[in-house]
């Protein structure tokens, strides 16, 4: 049974940083391609990055690009998103997603299993 958990959200200012962690269990890394989504309140949840073993084909969304960078450690089975200079449109609740069946990496019908989520508050 795969199982993901998110963890290292929290309330942060503008302009700070923080790192969220997917941690997999019951499923193979290498597999398959990852991605983290995000969904703001009242708004379609959206995909922010995506990749794959060996990092060759990363994915940002535009309105991240050049601030956050998602990462996977096949050894220890986890992925990361480290995200700076955190901005208020960046509030929402973010999401580890695995097993990619789809076309689109910022398809969310395109993954299979998903988290539960961690929430990222951004106040300016």
């Known amino acids: 049974q795969v199982q993901l958990v998110e963890s290292g959200g929290g309330s942060v200012q503008a302009g700070w940083s923080l790192t969220l962690s997917c941690a997999a269990s019951?499923?193979?890394?290498?597999?398959?391609?990852m991605g983290w989504f995000r969904q703001a309140a009242g708004k379609e949840r959206e995909g922010v990055a995506s990749t794959r073993t060996g990092g060759a084909d990363t994915y940002y969304a535009e309105s991240v690009k050049g601030r956050f960078t998602i990462s996977l450690d096949n050894a220890k089975n986890m992925l990361y998103l480290q995200m700076n200079s955190l901005k208020p449109e960046d509030t929402a609740k973010y999401y580890c997603?695995?097993?990619?069946?789809?076309?689109?990496?910022?398809?969310?019908?395109?993954?299979?299993?998903w988290g539960q989520g961690t929430q990222v508050t951004v106040s300016s």
């Open positions: 019951g499923y193979t890394f290498s597999a398959y391609r």
């Open positions: 997603a695995a097993r990619f069946v789809g076309r689109n990496w910022y398809d969310k019908n395109a993954f299979r299993y």
